[in-house]
């Protein structure tokens, strides 16, 4: 089966510091998603992106947050000045329509 | 306004059955069910379209009380593979591919 990557799997900043996170959908896919889910939580919506503009985003993805997918293949996450609360698990995801949801398998972000 | 999940936690012994719901205040397009594994991304189990319809394959089927806004996830003689935390995500009548949101989750621990 097809697969969602995402790189890397574990990143370590401190504060204040700028992470780009990185995902490959599936290549025929057309939606795009980020979602994190902190230690023990649900998995929460950040934003999402089709037709090379952000779609939907939640209250979480403040100005610190953006999305771009820069070469028709990867589409990223980029947080400006992270905090300690930025910590938890990304997950990419991407679909084809309303069909299921492709998750990647996460990037670990911690914040010291 | 994220689904509420019920039960939040439930100890089986293997061959048990189980019954995990899901209910939403909003109209819903469709209901998506994941299951998690400690550190791993949520696998998708299956999608159930307005319409009251019911899924399933092998011995996990759901399903979806439109009228309601509920939807059900039925384990039947649970094997030790179906440990791990079970998320609804629903989408609402926006769009066929708007974002899930996904509900608290359910921890099933299966044992011997």
């Known amino acids: 089966e097809p697969e969602v990557t995402q790189t890397p799997s574990h990143q370590v900043t401190q504060m204040g510091q700028e992470v780009i996170l990185r995902c490959v959908p599936i290549?025929?896919?057309?939606?795009f998603y980020w979602y994190r889910q902190i230690l023990g939580q649900k998995v929460e919506f950040l934003v999402s992106f089709y037709n090379n503009e952000i779609s939907e985003k939640s209250e979480i993805f403040d100005d610190q947050f953006s999305v771009e997918r820069p070469d028709g293949s990867n589409f990223t996450l980029k947080i400006r000045s992270t905090k300690l609360e930025d910590s938890a698990m990304y997950f990419c995801?991407?679909?084809?329509?309303?069909?299921?949801?492709?998750f990647g398998s996460g990037t670990q972000l911690s914040v010291l | 306004q994220q689904p509420v999940q019920s039960p939040q936690a439930v100890i089986l012994r293997e061959g048990e059955d189980a019954v995990i719901n899901c209910s939403s205040s909003k109209a819903l397009y469709s209901v998506h069910w994941y299951r998690q594994k400690h550190g791993e991304a949520p696998v998708f189990l299956m999608i159930l379209l307005k319409g009251g319809e019911q899924k399933g394959h092998e011995k996990i089927s759901a399903s979806f009380n439109e009228k309601k806004q509920q939807s059900s996830l039925y384990l039947t003689a649970s094997q030790l593979s179906y440990s791990g935390t079970y998320f609804c995500?629903?989408?609402?009548?926006?769009?066929?591919?708007?974002?899930?949101?996904f509900g608290t989750g359910t921890r099933l621990q299966v044992t011997l």
């Open positions: 290549s025929n896919h057309l939606y």
């Open positions: 995801a991407s679909r084809v329509d309303g069909e299921k949801l492709f």
């Open positions: 995500g629903t989408a609402p009548m926006t769009g066929t591919a708007s974002k899930l949101t």
